[in-house]
């Protein structure tokens, strides 16, 4: 069972930069590709980012293209994701997800997710 823990969430004030880190137990080949979804309250979750572990494709949602950047560590089974000039509407928990594929990760119907970490942008 792969088990992910996120961190690296905070307050930060806006224009600000955060890097969020999602650590994995282990990267078999039912786990290939992560991504990362965040939830505003009394939003819908929301995707983010993607990335394949081999090739290392990277997938992006329009409203963070430019300012986050997703990457990853393959000795570390670690994803990251920085985000730079941080906006107040980025405020939102922040999870990471895994599964065998891209297609999964990027519908939000991974196989795996962490318990979440959050992200205040202040104004």
């Known amino acids: 069972q792969v088990q992910l823990v996120e961190s690296g969430g905070g307050l930060v004030q806006a224009g600000g930069s955060l890097r969020l880190s999602c650590a994995s137990s282990?990267?078999?080949?039912?786990?290939?590709?992560m991504g990362w979804f965040r939830q505003a309250p009394g939003k819908e979750r929301e995707f983010i980012a993607a990335?394949?572990?081999?090739?290392?494709?990277?997938y992006y949602a329009d409203s963070v293209k430019g300012r986050f950047t997703i990457s990853r560590d393959n000795a570390k089974n670690t994803v990251y994701l920085q985000m730079n000039s941080l906006k107040p509407e980025d405020t939102a928990i922040y999870y990471c997800t895994a599964d065998v594929g891209t297609s999964t990760v990027v519908a939000g119907r991974g196989r795996y997710w962490g318990q979440g970490t959050q992200v205040t942008v202040s104004s």
């Open positions: 282990r990267r078999t080949f039912s786990s290939t590709a």
């Open positions: 990335i394949l572990w081999s090739g290392g494709s990277t």
